[in-house]
């Protein structure tokens, strides 16, 4: 797979890499991926779907090829700046996308969502494996009962200063673990571990200090399109409590789908599953109104 790269610029000169794969004039699909990760996260989804759509990934401000920024540069509002951005970058005026965000870039579509660029070209979203708000304080990374312990804990894995080093066996139990499945392959372990360890540790602990104190259920209520909820089961990042509350919250929630046995790193672990939930969404919400 070649992409059409390009940079969109946001609100703040920041630049933003992006890639483009499959034919122009078909269907788009735009996706926007979590913490610590990058536009490889999605290549089982960019794989399948550039057959038949445009589908557009970007990395996520000091992720991948994005350049890491400073510390005024993390924000929730930096996250929505450069969604618009890479929108504006990338679609005709009026043209409308998918939108699929996982984890911090579900947070991504929750923060834009009464922005004029995301209404003009959302037709529909897809949260997958993300929440909106206490997100320490309902993770079960740590095996404590809810509680001040746990939360302090929690706090204190997810914005570890250390640095991650080389992809080693420990290291990857320990990944898969607190973010994948008991049941997840060798191999997917390794994808995850090598995308997760390439982050730039300033950035990981930037944007931890943003999540830990997130609150975008305002966001979750401003979501007025289609919205589908995925999530797996043993999700000890964004646990199912989060995507229960949000189908709940959502004015036009189109689904909530809970995968079995499967952790937090639902497009890797689940590739077929979170593909298929896009496919629905640009056949129902994309396809028919441009027949129309």
């Not at 970007?58 to 540069?73: F, I, K």
């Not at 909106?132 to 894995?157: D, F, M, Q």
């Not at 914005?159 to 990857?172: F, Q, W």
């Not at 995507?243 to 937090?264: I, T």
Request: with cysteine; aromatic share 4%.
């Amino acid at each position: 797979m070649t992409p059409r790269e390009l940079t969109a610029v946001s609100a703040d000169g920041s630049r933003i890499h992006v890639e483009v794969y499959g034919p122009e004039g078909a269907p788009a699909v735009v996706l926007a991926h979590g913490w610590t990760c990058s536009i490889g996260f999605w290549a089982e989804q960019i794989r399948d779907l550039s057959a038949d759509h445009r589908v557009i990934a970007y990395d996520q401000r000091g992720h991948g090829r994005t350049p890491v920024v400073g510390r005024a540069g993390h924000s929730t509002r930096a996250l929505a700046d450069d969604l618009e951005a890479v929108l504006a970058a990338t679609l005709a005026p009026g043209e409308k996308a998918v939108l699929a965000g996982h984890s911090m870039g579900g947070m991504t579509l929750m923060a834009a969502a009464s922005r004029p660029a995301f209404r003009e070209h959302a037709a529909a979203a897809l949260l997958c494996s993300t929440g909106p708000s206490r997100l320490v304080a309902e993770s079960l990374v740590v095996p404590l009962k809810p509680g001040g312990a746990r939360t302090r804990l929690t706090r204190g894995i997810l914005g570890t200063r250390a640095p991650l080093g080389p992809v080693t066996p420990v290291s990857r139990k320990i990944l898969k673990y607190a973010t994948m499945g008991p049941g997840s392959s060798p191999g997917r372990v390794d994808t995850c571990a090598r995308i997760v360890h390439a982050c730039p540790r300033v950035s990981r602990v930037a944007w931890s200090h943003v999540l830990a104190e997130l609150d975008l259920e305002a966001g979750v209520r401003e979501l007025e399109l289609p919205v589908a909820v995925l999530v797996g089961t043993a999700d000890r990042l964004t646990p199912p409590v989060h995507s229960r509350a949000m189908a709940q919250a959502l004015p036009r929630c189109v689904g909530l789908v809970e995968l079995s046995g499967m952790g937090h790193m639902t497009p890797v672990e689940a590739p077929e599953a979170v593909t298929a939930q896009i496919r629905e969404l640009v056949t129902t919400y994309v396809r028919l109104r441009e027949d129309a």
